[in-house]
């Protein structure tokens, strides 16, 4: 038991630390993340800037660590919406059986197959300026897909089990087998796609603002990329800084949803 | 066969019904007038009950949407807003042709390189150590992200080693379409080697391989002619699979590399609100989406046997 807590502590770390780190970052940077300072735009690392500056004279250290906490903040929100929806549905699709279990494993195959990066475009062209809020209304549209075809497969083991059919058999109701039974011996299973659920919407976050369709304000980790991209031969850290940034968030991500496994 | 076909056709078009009507409905039942989306805030209210009557927003929802679907049967959708006199159908038609050839350059580097590296970790000719790196390799690229490696590996190949043109070269002809190809094939790449590893893994030790040995076959010739046929049904699945991220990659690619396309486009007009040529696009989007996949299904079935027949 105490190795299994070890491990989990171990897939938790990467993740603690990002968060840790920026959390630090945020506290003592001289400068509110995004405040401009001409004079200084895409200057080198230094012991003042860390992490050197980006367009306008803007502080990427400051920068990176507030975009950092908001994308782990939305993906995990974002995740544990789609955990919860994706999870009770997939539950009751095969509790129900018949044409309403496989029209939800359809319907999940091609959610998770969908261009959702482009239906994500067009929706958030809806909005004047794409909130957080809106983003995140627009991941969980797809989110909650892999959880519900992970909970319909796990469901339809445990439907079956000798202890499942002794609770219908002690005249247990359908909505008591499913709290009391399923739900318990389904979360750990399903608990797994947390990790790359939270890491693909790092990454699809990180993707929107890249190609223009950010939060307001530019904090976030596609902005910082966008202008690495505009300044690669000016100024190369900034790509650096925002690459590193993407990929240890959404790396942190993958390993933390480890912590999950049984 | 063509029972499977049919199915896959009408989920394709399903998908692209679904795909549309979001878009549709977004737009016009989010909170904000599109009209006011359209021209900004300073619009005086006669411009707006003309934009109003333009893209028939005074109507009621269910005209609309009426109107919607009799265009998406015809795949006319109106004039682009802001090109008056050019179908916003025609200005996509236009756009989708490099996106397309992008993607598919994408899908035959990406297959091959994956197929290349699992046969050469499933034959005979690395070390067990040097296999195990190539797996290792291969779970690796597949985790990271297309949005945070390309910048970088252009940062390096193109500005600094310049052996790629640089991103918004006019002159960068077949070189920057190929190389921005293969950036968008390595994600692909490396999810198609990690599956079609494990599925040569599960064939390895078939009868049909252990007599195609024994009869004194090479080795490549066993791998290639014998077990790579057994296993297409995987790696067709695992491409169709990931058309939809490779889509969303294509815009990323082409917004970093100023290329124009299907990205742009929805970008350009997402810039503008000329809704015509975004729903439009979108809706392109999810054709070519679904094209794919039949076509997947198609060289599935003919293929492998298996699949045909088969739900």
Redesign the interface.
Known sequence: MRRMNARRWLDLTPLLVVIGASAVGAAVATAPAGRLDPAQAWCAPSRARPLGCGEAGVDLAALVSVAELRAVALAVVVALVGFAAGTSLGAVAALVRGRFERAVE?VCD?V????????A????????VPSRVALGAVFALTAWAPFARLALAQTRVLRDAAFVEAAVALGRGPAGVLVRHVLPNLLGVVAVQLGSTG?AIV??E??LA????GPPGGVSL?GV?DQ??AA??RA?HV??V???A??AT??AM?VAGKAAEG | MGRVLASRAI?SL??VLV?AS??FF??RL???D?AT?VLGDEASEAELARVRAVLHLDEPLATQYARFLRGLSTLDLGDSFRRPGTSAMARVGEAIVPTAELAMIAVAIGALAGIAAAVAASGPWLAPRARVWVERGLVGVA???????A??A??AL??RARLVP??GDPDAGAAGLLFASALLAVPLGAHVGRIARAALAEVARAQFLVTARAKGMAPLRVWVVHALPAVVGPIVTVV??Q???L???A??LE??FERRGL?TL??E???T?DLPV??G??VA??LL?ALA?AVGSATHAAIDPRARGVR
């Open positions: 359809r091609l998770q197959a969908f261009p959702s990066f482009i239906l475009m067009a929706v958030l062209s809806a909005v004047r890491a990454v699809s990180a993707a890249f190609v223009g369709l596609g990329l690495g991209v690669m031969l190369p790509l650096v925002g690459s590193v993407v990929f959404s790396a993958l | 989920e399903l998908i795909l979001l878009v977004a737009l989010l909170p904000g599109p989306l985790a990271a992200p297309l949005v945070a490696f910048p970088v252009t940062w193109a500005a640089l991103p169709a699979t058309l939809g991220a889509l969303g990659g815009v990323v917004r970093m990205g929805i970008l007009a997402y810039a609100r975004l729903e696009a979108v989007a999810g989406f996949q």
